[in-house]
């Protein structure tokens, strides 16, 4: 089956520690993005891809950084200079020859 | 900079009723798509409709249908004949076609299905 995966699901971390988020799509997209999702809030962009070796900055990049060295893997790193780390976390993918993105189950990242 | 309103926080139906779900959005572009996804507890984002802005016909997906008035720049989604799995969050989108085609999205809005 295709589709989009997270891994894991949840995960916790200490305060001033990196962490990093996994996201794999076998769909064949090209782009890939990040979404982060707070209460209250609908999703805000962190970083996205269009192609390998290539990413850009979203609305919020700042504390977390992105890799494309693959197509099928675009991993999110959390840095500790990432204010309020405490989230929930969306991958998705795009075909470039469609408009809709297809999301991944999420990771629900909380930071003690 | 694009914008998406959804001013309602929270909806609640009866079961096998109608329910309208609203959405404003400002651009000044022309060409553009919006989208409605649904958020169910499980959270999982789940692409429920697109419609693209050159199209005058609203679309349809089975209960699942939009009033697109492009001129009031408002993109509603009614849901026909609730039924209870469709309680979820709803987060209405925007997206301009080009290089790197983010979507923008609105703050969601709950609804709940009542047996």
């Known amino acids: 089956d295709g589709g989009i995966t997270q891994s894991p699901k949840y995960l916790f971390r200490k305060e001033g520690q990196n962490v990093t988020l996994s996201c794999e799509q076998n769909l064949n997209h090209d782009a890939m993005y990040w979404y982060r999702q707070d209460p209250g809030q609908g999703l805000r962009l962190i970083y996205y891809?269009?192609?390998?070796?290539?990413?850009q900055k979203g609305d919020i990049a700042e504390g977390y950084s992105v890799s494309r060295e693959k197509k099928e893997s675009f991993p999110l790193t959390v840095t500790s200079a990432q204010k309020n780390p405490t989230a929930f976390y969306l991958c998705?993918?795009?075909?470039?020859?469609?408009?809709?993105?297809?999301f991944g189950p999420g990771t629900r990242l909380t930071v003690t | 900079a694009q914008t998406v309103t959804q001013s309602q926080p929270e909806m609640s139906v009866q079961e096998a009723e109608t329910v309208t779900l609203s959405c404003t959005y400002d651009t000044s572009e022309s060409n553009y798509y919006l989208f409605w996804y649904k958020q169910p507890p499980s959270r999982q984002m789940i692409l429920v409709i697109r419609?693209?802005?050159?199209?005058?016909q609203n679309a349809t997906e089975n209960r699942f249908s939009v009033n697109f008035q492009k001129a009031a720049k408002s993109f509603s989604l009614k849901i026909s004949d609730s039924q209870l799995g469709d309680t979820a969050m709803y987060f209405c989108a925007f997206m301009i076609p080009g290089a790197n085609s983010k979507l923008t999205f609105g703050k969601g809005i709950t609804l709940s299905v009542r047996p």
């Open positions: 891809s269009q192609i390998v070796n290539d990413f």
């Open positions: 419609q693209e802005a050159y199209k005058q």
């Open positions: 998705a993918s795009r075909g470039l020859s469609r408009y809709e993105q297809y």
